[in-house]
């Protein structure tokens, strides 16, 4: 079984609808992405809602990289981190542009949702934004 997070804390997971592997046909409404894959080559259309992308170990940023990718490339569906993240990785996966993490019970279990609600302010933890002054 999987939690899912959001800046709320653990939420019952509302997709439904199944995934699709990269190079699928135009009617998948979600991509499931290995973290080796290189974001130019991801096709996004228009009835693209979702994107999920793996992380293997909590070491593995790749999927950092490939969110930030889809986002300057104007993806504006869902963008899910699923698997070995972290709590302390929560805030760095919403500056990538993750709306939400998918973990194992274990994870969960071992990392409870105030730990990932403490770090839901991700805004705030910004250091770029402290620099500015633009955040207290």
């Not at 760095?92 to 993750?98: H, I, L, S, Y």
């Amino acid at each position: 079984m999987t939690q899912l997070i959001t800046d709320t804390g653990f939420v019952a997971d509302d997709w439904t609808h199944g995934y699709c592997e990269a190079g699928a046909a135009n009617d998948c409404r979600a991509l499931d992405l290995p973290s080796d894959t290189q974001p130019e080559d991801i096709k996004l259309s228009e009835g693209l809602e979702m994107i999920r992308i793996d992380f293997p170990t909590s070491a593995d940023g790749r999927g950092f990289t490939i969110a930030r990718a889809l986002r300057l490339r104007g993806y504006a569906g869902r963008l899910r981190a699923k698997g070995h993240v972290l709590a302390d990785q929560y805030a760095m996966a919403r500056r990538a542009g993750f709306d939400e993490v998918e973990v194992n019970d274990d994870i969960a279990a071992r990392q409870p949702a105030a730990q990932w609600q403490f770090r839901a302010n991700w805004q705030d933890h910004d250091y770029q934004n402290r620099l500015r002054g633009t955040v207290g």
